[in-house]
């Protein structure tokens, strides 16, 4: 009750934070934008192609938006030493990650949601003909990104080249989950219903999600403290 | 008597090499359907078995370092990635190499090419990492968590595709009969070869790591006179 009251706070904390600045939310939105207008220009897709890979370039847009708002997350507590003030706080370093990756899970979420019928309009694709389960896959894979997200921008925070560090770190790790999300996506946008195929897809997802977030609590107090 | 195990093994590693090349080269046929081109094989394999020990060791001597604070487990860990790693890329291009004279392509995003390209990429990111950090002791912490990050996404980039075709042919040592009797010794025996080289070269580097401390202290001494 202590620890999810803690991680309580340390979410609340980074989201007015975050939204009393809008610092990583703009910036993370505004490149979702300008890489969706690259595609088009990339692709030049018919309807016939937009369906192929809609999945494909929805979550590649994710992805470089979700490491911009990732890398914030711990790089925002380095000025004025706020990072060791955190980690002296009488909280266990797991609630302290859990409470950042929610904080950065909403966040990005947000994005996402505000960015899917954007990716309609401009792409021609109806979107919202699945949409629970989209909402389900969207935040699978987002879960998923935001936890290994957390936990390599805590290890990445106090070294060189962090911005360019935490993509390069990220996105291997992170490949088994963009994949199933990418063809589940590409699927339900299809207007497939989620069955068969699909749910093998969903089991690598939750599979996934569940397995590194094990992994990141039980680590992140060797990387925040040593 | 390190020094002379070092020798030993690459001395024996190489001499069994040399004797499966006149093996392989000289005394097997030809494939029936792939020519002359199949012999590559006895790389492309030992070289993979090769890496995942290697990667393994890595991982047993990060958990190591994180339990134990021994640096030594450390270097361990940071030699075995970097010699697991050259051995990931051998077997990547002799696979391209055969790939382009089987298949016609170098390269198909196939499962098993997948997972190893991102395997590979994953070691890469842990190697390009280290010299990032300055301090040693974060350094080895942080290259620790990361290698058992890394590790636990090989098995499920293997698994979590298997259960879609592949371009790349099914497992061939685990299936009977899959392979001609002939081919098993030399096989084998390269695979034994590779792994001793691999065990010397990553003596050698533990070996230079060692030296590298050593200089390091006495640097600091020398600064604190």
């Known amino acids: 009750m202590q620890t999810l009251r803690s991680v309580f706070t340390v979410a609340h904390k980074d989201l007015r934070s975050e939204l009393r600045s809008k610092e990583a939310i703009n910036a993370s939105f505004s490149f979702a934008l300008v890489i969706l207008l690259i595609f088009s220009f990339a692709f030049d897709p018919t309807a016939e192609d937009t369906r192929r890979i809609a999945g494909g370039l929805l979550w590649v847009v994710f992805a470089f938006a979700g490491a911009l708002i990732l890398n914030r997350s711990f790089a925002r507590e380095v000025p004025n030493d706020c990072l060791d003030a955190l980690i002296a706080t009488p909280i266990p370093a797991y609630a302290l990650f859990l409470g950042k990756a929610i904080a950065s899970f909403l966040l990005l979420l947000a994005v996402e949601l505000v960015c899917l019928p954007i990716f309609g309009i401009f792409y021609n694709v109806r979107w919202a003909v699945q949409f629970l389960p989209l909402l389900l896959t969207l935040a699978l894979g987002t879960w998923a990104m935001t936890m290994i997200g957390t936990a390599f921008s805590a290890l990445t925070v106090n070294i060189r080249l962090r911005e360019l560090m935490l993509p390069v770190l990220l996105y291997p790790v992170l490949m088994p989950a963009l994949i199933g999300a990418i063809e589940l996506t590409t699927n339900l946008l299809n207007g497939e219903m989620l069955s068969g195929n699909n749910i093998t897809f969903l089991k690598l997802l939750i599979g996934f999600d569940i397995i590194y977030t094990a992994l990141s609590v039980a680590l992140i107090e060797t990387v925040l403290v040593g | ?225």
């Not at chain 2, 958990?63 to 077997?91: H, P, Q, S, W, Y």
């Not at chain 2, 990050?149 to 099914?170: E, K, L, M, N």
């Not at chain 2, 401390?213 to 600064?223: F, Q, T």
């Open chain 2, 1 to 225: 008597m390190r020094e002379k195990a070092i020798y030993f093994m690459g001395t024996l590693g190489v001499l069994i090499l040399m004797r499966n090349l006149y093996v392989i080269l000289l005394q097997l046929g030809d494939e029936m359907q792939q020519g002359a081109i199949y012999r590559i094989f006895f790389f492309h394999l030992p070289a993979a078995t090769t890496a995942c020990i290697m990667f393994a060791i890595a991982l047993v001597a990060s958990a190591g370092f994180l339990i134990t604070r021994k640096f030594a487990f450390d270097t361990a860990a940071a030699a075995a990635t970097e010699v697991g790693f050259v051995f990931a890329t051998m077997n990547m291009v002799t696979g391209s190499i055969w790939a382009r004279n089987i298949w016609g392509i170098w390269w198909t995003w196939d499962a098993r090419l997948t997972s190893m390209f991102i395997l590979w990429l994953l070691y890469l990111g842990y190697l390009i990492m280290r010299p990032a950090i300055e301090e040693p002791t974060q350094r080895a912490t942080l290259s620790a968590v990361l290698s058992i990050f890394a590790f636990c996404d090989v098995p499920i980039v293997y698994y979590s595709i298997q259960w879609w075709r592949t371009q790349h042919p099914a497992p061939v040592l685990t299936t009977p009969g899959a392979m001609d009797p002939a081919l098993w010794p030399p096989l084998l025996l390269n695979m034994l070869a590779m792994l001793l080289i691999g065990l010397t070269l990553m003596m050698v580097r533990l070996r230079q790591e060692r030296v590298l401390r050593e200089i390091d202290s006495l640097r600091r001494y020398a600064h604190a006179i």
